[in-house]
């Protein structure tokens, strides 16, 4: 019912800058009154974390290693997440996926929810950041 698709990875230099995107597409019929998409990355051989949300009453949340330098938003018109991020590290390389949960709103506290909690899925887009 639900598809999402990421772009914008690439291989870039310590400092620089990418912008990542996650088209949100629905099957014809499908509705939602609200909704929690975040942002996850997968480091070469660790485990998936959650880097960014945002829910549809507004708060975004981000996991310490990136706040002050990667900003979460979405455009409500097209539905497509974005995911700006500054000032990279090599530390921040891996592969990106966006996910989704639709007709609730973001759950916890100041973290971004665990993947669990998401209900579907992007195939991930490469980020590779040189030193």
């Known amino acids: 019912q639900v598809q999402l698709v990421e772009s914008g990875g690439g291989s870039v230099q310590a400092g620089r800058s990418l912008r990542l995107s996650c088209v949100v597409s629905f099957v014809s019929g499908y509705s939602y009154g609200s909704y929690c998409m975040e942002w996850f990355r997968r480091p070469p051989g660790k485990g998936r974390e959650g880097v960014a949300s945002?829910?549809?009453?507004?708060?975004?949340r981000y996991t310490d290693s990136v706040n002050g330098r990667f900003t979460i938003s979405v455009d409500s018109t097209n539905m497509t997440l974005y995911l700006e991020m500054n000032s990279l590290k090599p530390e921040d390389t891996g592969m990106y996926y966006c996910?989704?949960?639709?007709?609730?709103?973001?759950?916890?506290?100041?973290?971004?929810?665990?993947?669990?909690?998401?209900?579907?899925w992007g195939k991930g887009t490469l980020v590779n950041i040189s030193s």
């Open positions: 996910a989704a949960q639709f007709r609730v709103r973001c759950s916890g506290g100041g973290r971004p929810p665990p993947d669990y909690a998401m209900d579907y």
């Open positions: 945002i829910s549809s009453d507004g708060p975004t």
